[in-house]
């Protein structure tokens, strides 16, 4: 089996180089294409990449994913890591980490990574394993929100031998077989509840944040883990009086209750992180494992990450919203300052190459300019539609000659990058963190 390599940001409309184009002609006719796509709300299908064969040529369009999958499976696969043109590696880990300090971006994780179990594993060493770091963090920042609050009680069925005691149904059959014919007189086997915190539920999360323990100590030549392992420490401390014998088909089937929000998403990716490890944590640590085909969305990361970084300036009641929906559409961010005069509609483009122009595309000034001339948006703004300038549009993009934190604040409205030919259409950049140690 052989792993095409190939990077973000690099694949464009760009053709493959000769090497990876000869690796991947055997696998396709002349004139045909692989797609891969992921399908989000509604059976929306989103590119993630697709490869065309022209010749001895193969050209690759992509669309801000990073991740693994099979052209052929079993025989050849491409695998898009997080590394931007100039040759630096995206921490999209950190990233990651500094979205889930927010509390609102819990509600819109979904779609921000898709696992395929259907399909072949594929075999790779473990410091490319972008898949299993990523639900690592992502559980680690659920769970560290669980257990500041405390552990949920619950009710559940214990079946016990007791000596000299009845509580709750005794089992005549198990008493018979386990005590009266080996002269255990005076014990019953008993089922009853319990209302306490070693419940199935509990255990699920437990079992997880083992694995997740292991393998964090597998990534430390990889990844900058410190964080995230001071964060397992304190939150297995909770965990203390909660047991780790649970059942794979306790796991399998376990439904958490959608009224506990963050319960239920904790108990779902300790699913998909057992799952991805086939339940048994004796390959953990191997130098070569297996991991499903997946996508991740860094478009949506880097959204994530916008968010967070305006949230630490905009920390009024309702100066900054992510996600509004407004006549069928979707809002990145809708700003309404406080202390600024002019309220902005904000939207994150993770392109780079905004950079290096005074413009932007023209399916991004239509986007967000169709945003910013929604009449709920002038409702909400208590704007009115006839006698107010149209709303400021702000688009955000990486730019690594920036800052990782923006420099203007609440108490001033600074002066942003207009974008030519547009009214009241700007630019800002942000520096996203990078890995300073590269893979090998």
């Not at 559980?139 to 552990?151: A, H, S, T």
């Not at 904000?346 to 910013?372: H, L, N, T, V, W």
Request: net charge positive.
């Amino acid at each position: 089996m052989k792993v095409i390599k190939l990077q973000e940001q690099f694949l464009n409309n760009t053709d493959l180089p000769l090497a990876d184009s000869e690796a991947i002609i055997p696998y396709m006719d002349d004139k045909s294409e692989v797609v891969f796509n992921i399908q989000k709300d509604r059976g929306r299908n989103e590119l993630c990449l697709s490869l065309t064969r022209t010749g001895n040529n193969v050209h690759a369009t992509d669309s801000y994913f990073v991740g693994m999958d099979w052209i052929k499976e079993n025989e050849l696969a491409v695998m898009v890591s997080p590394k931007m043109n100039d040759g630096f590696e995206i921490d999209y880990i950190r990233m990651l980490n500094e979205a889930l300090c927010e509390p609102d971006n819990y509600e819109h994780l979904k779609d921000l990574i898709t696992i395929h179990f259907n399909k072949p594993s594929i075999r790779i060493t473990h410091q490319k394993d972008l898949l299993s770091i990523f639900l690592i963090t992502e559980y680690l920042n659920i769970l560290e929100r669980i257990v500041r609050k405390g552990l949920k009680k619950s009710f559940y069925i214990v079946k016990d031998n007791l000596n000299n005691k009845v509580r709750g149904r005794i089992l005549i059959n198990s008493t018979i077989r386990q005590n009266i014919t080996r002269g255990r007189i005076t014990n019953n086997v008993c089922c009853y509840q319990v209302y306490d915190i070693d419940s199935p539920e509990n255990r699920i999360l437990k079992k997880a944040l083992c694995f997740c323990e292991r393998q964090l100590k597998v990534y430390r030549n990889a990844f900058d883990t410190t964080e995230l392992e001071q964060k397992g420490r304190f939150i297995k401390s909770f965990f203390d009086q909660v047991g780790e014998d649970v059942s794979i088909k306790t796991i399998k089937v376990f439904n958490g209750n959608p009224v506990f929000k963050e319960y239920y998403n904790a108990i779902h990716f300790a699913q998909l992180l057992l799952r991805r490890f086939s339940y048994d944590i004796s390959i953990l640590g191997k130098n070569e494992i297996e991991t499903p085909p997946f996508w991740i969305d860094m478009s949506k990361l880097f959204e994530l990450y916008i968010f967070r970084r305006l949230r630490q300036i905009f920390t009024g009641k309702g100066e900054i919203r992510y996600h509004l929906r407004a006549h069928y559409q979707e809002l990145d961010y809708l700003l309404k300052p406080i202390v600024w005069t002019d309220p902005y509609v904000i939207d994150a483009k993770y392109k780079p190459c905004y950079k290096f122009k005074d413009g932007i595309a023209r399916d991004d000034a239509r986007q967000i300019s169709g945003y910013a001339r929604l009449s709920r948006i002038y409702k909400i703004l208590r704007l009115d539609e006839d006698t107010t300038l149209p709303i400021k549009c702000l688009i955000i993009y990486p730019d690594q000659d920036q800052e990782e934190q923006f420099e203007f604040t609440r108490l001033e409205e600074p002066t942003f990058d207009k974008v030519s030919s547009y009214v009241r259409i700007y630019k800002l950049g942000i520096r996203l963190p990078v890995i300073k140690n590269e893979i090998v």
